[in-house]
């Protein structure tokens, strides 16, 4: 990857802004190069005389040198944009981190845009409806092979990871702390089972750096970003769920919002959502159809035997006879791309002929010899 050193010199340059950050690396390329342009080019485009000189000095990269030697000891990997496995759905909203620590394994769904991926967001203090709904819809999403990003709070968003884990799916937990440093404390262990079942916690802050009220509608942003669709489960009035509600409508992403009881304080904020551009969800059918694009009727009856939808569908069971395959190698021998493969077998599984646990598919009909 390139110098990771020069992208941690851009963010940390006084006065600079993100998405001017971003202006200037969609015009250079790389944060090293940026560094490497004259004043007179950098004042062309920022319009910002300071910034443009600070720039154009040679960057002191002994601060970024400690940074990345912490995420080293600490076993955090670096993503940057425009690397390999920089979310790319995180590119095009207005700003983009310019680096990223991850601690885990990031899902192909949010790493490459490959597959689907929902964001599930609510209360702090939930009622136990909302926390059972964004427990039972996380568990079902994740169980057809959605990834579940949510921000590991407590309520809610504890659910929602909870919920991905019980459906056997990979979920992924955007810090307001440095990747290191999970938290809430009370919720330190879901953050390891989070590890121990594949998927990741990512976080824009360096190693070390502690969970700060500041940090919160930054990252929210980044939760919002991750996924096309946001869920918002239940949320009182001027809550965080509502900003990242806002950064999901900002970001032109899907946004779908449980109705709560008209009465109720806890659904206030969610309910407002409703007469803004939140389309309202309520049933976990029409949740999977909003996810997966399936129709209503296949998901009401997970458990019919439906015909083969096509010629690919006999591939993939003729294929699973001699046991259990990896989604990379299935789709690499019947020639489908990841989205359709992913398609194909969400189908497959909601007939009940496959099963899937983590990156790996069998079938369901009793002729899975692994």
């Excluded at 802004?17 to 950098?42: H, I, K, M, T, Y």
């Excluded at 497959?348 to 099963?355: D, Q, W």
Aim: glycine share 10%; proline share 8%; with cysteine.
């Amino acid at each position: 990857m390139d110098d990771p050193r020069y992208a941690i010199a851009l963010r940390d340059t006084p006065g600079l802004s993100r998405s001017r950050a971003f202006d200037l690396l969609r015009r250079f390329g790389r944060p090293r190069f940026v560094f490497e342009q004259s004043l007179e080019d950098l004042r062309a485009i920022l319009d910002d005389e300071p910034v443009a000189r600070r720039l154009a000095r040679r960057p002191d990269l002994r601060a970024a040198e400690r940074e990345l030697g912490a995420a080293r000891d600490r076993a955090l990997e670096v993503l940057a944009p425009g690397e390999d496995g920089f979310p790319p759905l995180l590119v095009a909203i207005d700003d983009p981190p310019l680096l990223l620590y991850c601690r885990g394994r990031l899902p192909e769904a949010v790493a490459r845009a490959e597959g689907c991926a929902l964001a599930i967001v609510g209360s702090r203090r939930p009622s136990a409806r909302a926390r059972d709904t964004a427990r039972d819809w996380a568990a079902a999403v994740a169980a057809n092979g959605a990834v579940v990003v949510s921000g590991l709070a407590y309520g809610i968003d504890a659910a929602a990871h909870e919920g991905a884990l019980e459906g056997g799916g990979a979920t992924v937990a955007v810090l307001a702390s440095g990747a290191d440093q999970p938290s809430p404390q009370g919720n330190v262990r879901l953050a390891h089972r989070i590890l121990e079942q594949g998927g990741a916690l990512l976080s824009e802050f360096p190693p070390g750096t502690p969970a700060f009220a500041g940090h919160f509608p930054e990252r929210n942003r980044l939760i919002s970003g991750l996924a096309p669709a946001t869920l918002v489960v239940e949320a009182r009035e001027r809550s965080g769920s509502l900003l990242t509600a806002s950064h999901a409508r900002a970001q032109g992403r899907r946004l779908l919002v449980v109705p709560g009881p008209i009465d109720s304080a806890e659904c206030r904020g969610s309910n407002a959502l409703l007469r803004e551009e939140g389309r309202p969800v309520t049933a976990r059918d029409e949740l999977l159809d909003d996810v997966f694009g399936l129709d209503r009727a296949r998901t009401r009856t997970p458990a019919a035997r439906a015909p083969d939808p096509g010629p690919e569908a006999a591939r993939v069971l003729a294929i699973l006879r001699d046991g259990p395959c990896g989604v990379d190698a299935l789709g690499a021998r019947i020639g489908l791309s990841a989205p359709e493969l992913s398609a194909l077998l969400v189908e497959l599984e909601l007939a009940g002929h496959v099963a899937r646990s983590g990156s790996r598919v069998s079938r369901r009909d009793g002729r899975d010899r692994g």
